[in-house]
């Protein structure tokens, strides 16, 4: 299962989350570990360059998209290269909404729009598109035509 999905800036202040999965008292634990481990090791980090850890036998990859650090927790089936998978999806999904690696700004002018490729990448905890191209059209928030 995926277990969180987490966007924050440098400074650590989250943009966004999602958690599947993890009690209410325990998520404030992940926000901290998750923000704490980025800024240890996200410093001079490439774009888009992976980075692995493990704790309390879940599997976590991060990693920076423009000035946004991007965090998935997975466990069971979810291993590191699964994770790797979701977060390729990800990425890709957040550069095609914003045009570009995004600036801290531009992902909140585009909040809604990657908001939206999150409820479709990712569904209950389990990985459900990895096709961009289906993706794009899915989100395109025009109703349903009569046939």
């Known amino acids: 299962m995926l277990l969180a999905v987490l ?3 440098y400074d650590g202040n989250i943009l966004i ?5 993890v009690p209410a008292e325990e998520r404030q634990h992940w926000r901290s570990f998750l923000v704490k481990l980025g800024t240890d090791n996200l ?6 360059e992976l980075f692995v850890a493990s704790h309390k036998s879940v ?15 997975g466990k069971d089936e979810y291993d590191e290269l699964a994770l ?5 999806v990800i990425t890709s999904s957040v550069k095609d909404a914003c045009g570009k690696p995004p600036t801290e700004r531009l992902f909140l002018d585009k909040y809604g729009k ?21 993706i794009r059209r899915l989100i395109r928030l025009k109703p349903p035509t009569d046939v």
């Open 7 to 9: 966007f924050s800036n």
């Open 84 to 88: 790797a998978e979701v977060i390729f």
């Open 59 to 73: 599997y976590i990859v991060y990693t920076m998209l423009g000035d946004v650090c991007i965090y998935v927790v």
């Open 43 to 48: 410093k001079g980090a490439k774009n888009e």
């Open 114 to 134: 990657i908001c939206l490729c999150l409820d479709e990448i990712v569904w209950k905890g389990m990985l459900e598109n990895t096709d961009k191209d289906r």
């Open 17 to 21: 989350e999602r958690f599947h999965g």
